[in-house]
């Protein structure tokens, strides 16, 4: 799996591609102007993305700002032309629908990939929330889909009411069967067995109640992962998956164990993908084990 950074950090992507384990960089302008503003110095907002794109050697997503089609598709022009050749490592995000309110066009987006692809653009097309819109993007010819699972983890939690209205930490892990159980919980406290039978196919509210907490069948962030990478793998799409809005190591591996392509990674959850408190413990065994007369022989 491609490990992606998710930052505009330059000491950041530095360190990352110093361990060797960077492949890729994803930014927006938000991450970008943060990363301006914190740096020392005078640096202007395209000498930063000219750094960036010099550093890594690998895609580099930046985001275009506008909806309609043709608006998208200018600015997404503007910024391959300006900095692609740089390092030949520019990609362009593209939200997947650019609707705000009910009545807007839905097709904003994959209308632009569609233009972009045909002129050898490629695009990261961002916002995906649900399989059928990854499909969307696939057929209109996205190099990448990014589903953001933080982002579906935190709909899901707050529609069965988990987060009970207060504040939870962002990087807690949240497992699909937690949401199934309290589904059932709910069916059952609403029917008995005995009626069930006689009114899922008559009572509107109980079969509300199989949907209740999830989303369209999905129950996590990882459950939207796999379902998009099982029907791009069915018709042999080319387009690849970046797992999104990642909030712990334990959703990167389960990423990596459904086959996503990439992850675009937080800096700290990547480090906490390194660390074990047993690993630790060993190095101090380690440690220990050294003897003088080996390390002589190591010295020279």
């Not at 220990?288 to 022989?297: A, G, L, N, R, T």
């Amino acid at each position: 799996m491609d490990i992606f950074v998710d930052t505009a950090d330059l000491d950041e992507i530095k360190e990352a591609e110093s361990w060797g384990i960077l492949d890729g960089v994803t930014t927006n302008p938000s991450l970008i102007k943060k990363a301006v503003d914190s740096a020392q110095g005078d640096m202007s907002l395209d000498k930063h993305i000219v750094e960036i794109l010099e550093t890594v050697d690998g895609p580099v997503s930046l985001e275009v700002t506008e909806i309609k089609q043709e608006k998208m598709v200018k600015e997404a022009e503007t910024l391959y032309e300006q900095f692609n050749h740089i390092n030949e490592n520019v990609v362009i995000k593209i939200p997947v629908n650019t609707a705000m309110k009910e009545g807007d066009d839905n097709f904003e987006g994959v209308k632009a990939i569609k233009t972009l692809s045909e002129t050898g653009i490629p695009v990261n097309c961002t916002l995906v929330m649900k399989p059928n819109q990854a499909l969307m993007a696939a057929k209109a010819g996205a190099e990448y889909v990014s589903p953001f699972l933080g982002r579906i983890d935190d709909h899901i939690r707050n529609r069965i009411g988990l987060d009970r209205g207060e504040d939870y930490p962002k990087g807690i892990y949240y497992p699909s069967e937690l949401t199934e159980r309290v589904r059932d919980f709910h069916i059952r406290d609403k029917i008995s067995k005995e009626e069930l039978d006689d009114v899922v196919y008559q009572n509107q509210e109980v079969m509300d109640l199989f949907d209740w907490g999830n989303d369209h069948g999905l129950f996590s962030g990882i459950d939207l992962v796999w379902s998009m990478k099982n029907i791009l793998d069915n018709y042999s799409y080319e387009t690849k998956i970046i797992a999104a809005s990642i909030r712990s190591a334990r959703q990167v591996r389960q990423c990596a164990e459904l086959g996503v392509e990439i992850a675009t990674i937080p800096f700290s959850v990547i480090e906490d993908m390194m660390v074990h408190h047993k690993t630790s413990e060993g190095m101090k065994a380690f440690d220990q084990d050294v003897i003088p007369e080996y390390k002589s022989i190591l010295d020279g």
